[in-house]
Structures are given as structure tokens and as C-alpha cells.
């Protein structure tokens, strides 16, 4: 069952959804996963003309003796290019690759946090709320590779981002590039419980399938 | 915020330019007009939504010439309109460009010509054409 509560996209019927409404961000700040700290999201993709995240499906197609094919999708491994990605003065995700290649810690490659937005599916939509609510999921772990330095005119770094799928789901306030964007995890004890506090038990609401529990439980020695 | 007014500012800090008109101006000798083409058009747009354009304008220039052989004084005037364009060159190169406002960010600015070229004449008076080019980058707001 979704964690969200939108039923559908925040367009009017038959409206196209903008391509600027779907929107990459790297984390250059501190750890999403770290209760104290700030994150700071970058929105990359300035100069870019075209890029898609490309889905990568693994599937299996079995056809039996009734002439049904059943296709079976097994995993999906995202992966999103970015070309040219001209290096501008103050682009921290930049200069932090190019960091890397100079040091050649090439297992810093896969440290980063990396989140997409979908602008045109807000929580707020059709609402009063004045605060929005872009649905985002924000991958830990990513690996982002720059695939090569140089170009014509200009110092280009072009990149591609593997997403590891290990995500967490949540909601922002903003996705412009000039923004400053503020993930909201939709587990509001997502930061505690990577500390050790104390967890609530799963709700039904969280697809467990489980009675939702009335309090939290405990044990008592005799 | 009006382009043209802040391109034909930008473009005054020519210091040989003796008269500078917008669009119309007197037919005599040293008179020289500032003119927008209706071009400002989108080139491309990335995937945030900046969009490239292009603005482009003309300088006219309007001299006299003779037609006496061995005569340097068409040379001359010609050289002197050369000016303009080494300036625009120099002013690109140093990034000196036309402020277009916090949401627009100026890539380069370039003739579209080497020398200037003449556009017609009559019995007295040569106009001269010298095209220029202006890339911009309109961020999404």
C-alpha cells in the first residue's frame, strides 16, 4: 500500500507534465541518516538537454502449454546519465568528483545520497496546504561516475548516477535549482530509529497485514 | 526589463560613436543606429527548464565616400566602423557584457561578421551593416 496519500498527478486532466518537474538532487551536506547535521540537496542537471533514468528491467518471459506469456519482472536497476555537465564555479558535486579522481578514492564514488523529485505529484495538490508536498525518494548509496573530463568549448564532466534502490521515501518543499529543498521522510521516526530509540511497531497501514497494535509491547521477568 | 534599452546603453560605452540613433535616424554622414532584430528566440532548454536564447541587433552606419582612385578616405571611415567590432570582440573576451538581470546570465556576445558590410548607397551617402549576436541563458524563474 503507498506510504502516500496522493491518488493521482497534480496536473489538470490531459496537461503534459514538464520535464523540469522531474527533478535529480545530490546530497553535498550531511547524511539524511544522521539525527544531527543538515543535508544540503543540490538539483544537477543545468545545461542538460535530454536525460532519463533508464530502469534497467531484468525480466523473464515464460510462455505455457495455453499460449499465455507471463512475464516476470525480477529487479530493476536504475541508472540515470547526465551529459555534458559543464563544470561552473560553486557546483560542489563537481568539484567533489573531480576531488576524488585526484586522489584516485574511487570507493568514495559510491558514498553519495542521491534523491528524485516528482514535482507533478504533490501531496498539497487540490488542498489549502501552503507548504508542498513533492513526492521524493532519496537513495543511499549511490555510485556516481564521471565518464569523462574535457569537451570543446567548455570543461564538460559528463556522469552517470547508479541508483542503489536502497531508498527512502518522503516528501519536499521545493525542487527548483535556486530552492532550498527540505526532505521530509515519510517514516517520522526514520532519523530515531537509526540511532537505536525505541521503534513503534509497524502499523497496517505499512502493508504488514498485522492487527495495528494498540500499544507498544513489552516484556516482563517474573 | 527592456533589452533593447539595456543593450543600446551597454553599446554607448563606445567611445567613437558620434551619433547614435534606435532605429531611425538622419541620413548624413557619421550617423550610426542602434536596431533590435526581432530574433529573441529560444535555441534550447535544459531539463530544469533554462532556456538558451539568442538576441541579435545591427549597427547602421551611414558615410560618405568618394570614388577617386588611390583614395584612402573610404579606408578610413571603413576602418573606423572595423572599431566597433574589435570593441564587441574585446568586450566578450573580457566578459564585459550587457546586464540582463539577476535571472538571466549572459554566455557570450559576438559579431556575426568580420568586416562591416555595405548595405546600399546613393549618390553621396554609404550605409553601412555590422550584425551582432548576443547568447543568453533565461533561468526558470
Known amino acids: 500500500m503507498s506510504e502516500y496519500a496522493s491518488t493521482g498527478f497534480a496536473l489538470n486532466d490531459n496537461q503534459k507534465a514538464e520535464r ?11 547524511s539524511i541518516t544522521d539525527s544531527t547535521g543538515t543535508p544540503n540537496w543540490v538539483v544537477i542537471g ?12 531484468d525480466t523473464e518471459k515464460v510462455t505455457d502449454i495455453l499460449g499465455i506469456t507471463e512475464t516476470t519482472v525480477n529487479k530493476l536497476e536504475p541508472e540515470q546519465s547526465l551529459d555534458p555537465m559543464t563544470v561552473r564555479g560553486g557546483n560542489p558535486l563537481l568539484f567533489k568528483l573531480t576531488d576524488i579522481i585526484e586522489r584516485n578514492a574511487v570507493s568514495e564514488f559510491s558514498l553519495f545520497e542521491v534523491m528524485i523529485i516528482r514535482a507533478y505529484i504533490d501531496e498539497a495538490y487540490g488542498k489549502a496546504a501552503s507548504v508542498h508536498g513533492y513526492h521524493a525518494e532519496v537513495h543511499k548509496n549511490c555510485t556516481i561516475t564521471p565518464e569523462s573530463n574535457g569537451g570543446d568549448a567548455y570543461v564538460d564532466m559528463p556522469i552517470t548516477i547508479a541508483y542503489s534502490n536502497d531508498k527512502v521515501l518522503g516528501t519536499t518543499n521545493a525542487y527548483k535549482f535556486s530552492d532550498t529543498i527540505e526532505f521530509t521522510p515519510n517514516d517520522a521516526n526514520f532519523n530515531s ?18 492487527e495495528p497494535a494498540t500499544e507498544t509491547e513489552t516484556t516482563t521477568e517474573t | 526589463m527592456d533589452k533593447n534599452k539595456i543593450v543600446l546603453d551597454w553599446l554607448k560605452e563606445f567611445e567613437n560613436f558620434d551619433k547614435l540613433y534606435f532605429n531611425f535616424g538622419d541620413v548624413e554622414h ?11 528566440r529560444v535555441i534550447k532548454t535544459d531539463i530544469l527548464g533554462n532556456q538558451t536564447k539568442l538576441y541579435k541587433f545591427a549597427v547602421t552606419a551611414f558615410l560618405t565616400f568618394d570614388t577617386i582612385p588611390n583614395s584612402s578616405s573610404n579606408l578610413v571611415d571603413y576602418s573606423q566602423l572595423q572599431l566597433l567590432i574589435n570593441w564587441v570582440s574585446e568586450r566578450n573576451k573580457n566578459k564585459i557584457f550587457p546586464d540582463f538581470g539577476k ?26 551593416l555590422m550584425q551582432f549576436q548576443i547568447t543568453y541563458i533565461e533561468k526558470e524563474n
Request: glycine content about 8%; proline content about 6%.
Open chain 2, 30 to 40: 557619421g550617423a550610426m543606429a542602434f536596431i533590435p532584430t526581432p530574433t529573441d
Open chain 1, 46 to 57: 543545468a545545461g542538460v538537454e535530454d536525460s532519463s533514468i533508464e530502469y534497467n528491467p
Open chain 2, 103 to 128: 535571472d538571466c546570465e549572459v554566455e557570450k556576445i559576438e559579431s556575426l561578421q568580420n568586416v562591416p558590410q555595405i548595405a546600399g548607397q546613393n549618390e553621396n551617402i554609404a550605409q553601412y
Open chain 1, 193 to 210: 530509529s537509526s540511532t537505536g530509540e525505541e521503534e513503534t511497531i509497524p502499523s497496517e497501514d505499512e502493508n504488514t497485514g498485522e
Open chain 1, 20 to 30: 523540469k518537474l522531474l527533478v535529480t538532487a545530490v546530497n553535498m551536506g550531511d
